[in-house]
């Protein structure tokens, strides 16, 4: 059964990149609803650096920098990490913590319909080379969201909140429109039109203006077959 209201930390050092995106539109909406609580947590609030700086050189060398340890462990700890008998091992915590990482997992509709049964997500942004390799002590899965690297995890978690929170109840107001979307199904979408009925002498399909939904209903998953089979293929392997 998929949550009713969730919350979600985000971990980060530019707490400002999230002003616009989850303030606006079906975010925004949710926010205001109560179905969705979004909180942001700056890291260099628990950094111990007058300069409030958490990064630092890596131990035997290379280029770039590394995400500090301590100020991590904090931030991550003020959002409900609870440690066994304070050992240095795999936590039990409120959160669900995540860390976005081109090594992780590569984000699909399966793993984003497997979040929305928490109640509590909390997402850590990286920055620079990376995260001090102890902190994935308190981590409890990667993920990515392609084969490529971006400047930090900022963007990637807006992508994982984003398709996370469009699932949970309430948040879209039609919500059998989300049984249709691509890949909900292992399907890409079937193609849809609007008025006019007739543009540049392109006419939307017969089907769609006889008013008959059960004709209607075939020939959508027809063509969400077919566009899968000519897009997507992999989408419909069963090995």
């Not at 440690?83 to 976005?100: D, G, L, P, V």
């Not at 990637?156 to 909900?184: C, H, Q, T, W």
Request: charged share 30%; with cysteine; proline share 5%.
């Amino acid at each position: 059964m998929v949550t009713s209201f969730m919350k979600i930390d985000i971990i980060t050092i530019f707490p400002k990149m999230f002003k616009g995106p989850f303030t606006e539109s079906l975010l925004g909406r949710a926010s205001k609803k109560g179905i969705l609580k979004i909180n942001i947590v700056d890291i260099r609030f628990f950094s111990k650096d007058k300069h409030k700086k958490v990064d630092d050189k890596p131990f035997g060398g290379g280029g770039g920098m590394i995400m500090k340890s301590e100020p991590l462990y904090d931030a991550i700890k003020s959002v409900g990490l609870k440690e066994k008998n304070n050992s240095y091992k795999k936590f039990h915590a409120k959160a669900y913590i995540i860390y976005m990482s081109p090594q992780g997992k590569t984000l699909n509709n399966k793993i984003v319909k497997r979040l929305t049964r928490f109640k509590h997500l909390a997402i850590v942004c990286g920055h620079y080379e990376g995260i001090d390799e102890r902190i994935m002590n308190y981590i409890d899965e990667e993920i990515s969201v392609g084969d490529y690297v971006l400047t930090g995890g900022e963007i990637p978690a807006m992508v994982l909140v984003d398709s996370v929170a469009r699932m949970l109840p309430g948040v879209i107001k039609e919500e059998d429109s989300i049984k249709n979307d691509s890949f909900y199904n292992n399907l890409l979408d079937y193609p849809h039109y609007t008025r006019p009925a007739v543009f540049r002498g392109h006419k939307v399909p017969e089907i769609l203006l006889s008013g008959d939904h059960k004709k209607i209903s075939e020939w959508r998953k027809k063509e969400a077959y077919k566009r899968t089979m000519e897009r997507r293929p992999d989408l419909l392997r069963t090995d």
